[in-house]
Nanobody, 123 residues
């Protein structure tokens, strides 16, 4: 079992930056690939970023590539998402997720999810 707790959300102006954190407890997070999804009101959950458990290879959709950076500190059992040049349409609840299968994670079928943290980008 893995418990995930997000933090770092808030209100930011368009073009601004935020850094989200995801603290993992339970089994060591280094055993899991980890990632972020987001969900805006009335929309489906959307993949934002992932980082593999072994090689720390990172994955992003084109919509955030070059602006968002995912990283992890296995010693602290914490994952981060640095978000730069934020846009109003990226207002959403951001969820941390973990799974032993990277493919499961990227498809949104992870075993473990956090409660989410709200990110609001004002225009």
């Amino acid at each position: 079992q893995v418990q995930l707790v997000e933090s770092g959300g808030g209100l930011v102006q368009a073009g601004g930056s935020l850094r989200l954190s995801c603290a993992a407890s339970g089994r060591t997070s280094s055993s899991y690939s980890m990632g972020w999804f987001r969900q805006a009101p009335g929309k489906e959950r959307e993949f934002v970023a992932a980082i593999s458990r072994s090689t720390a290879t990172t994955y992003y959709p084109d919509s955030v590539k070059g602006r968002f950076t995912i990283s992890r500190d296995n010693a602290k059992n914490t994952m981060y998402l640095q978000m730069n040049s934020l846009k109003p349409e990226e207002t959403a609840v951001y969820y941390c997720t973990a799974d032993q299968s990277l493919s499961n994670l990227r498809s949104g079928h992870s075993d473990y999810w956090g409660q989410g943290t709200q990110v609001t980008v004002s225009s």
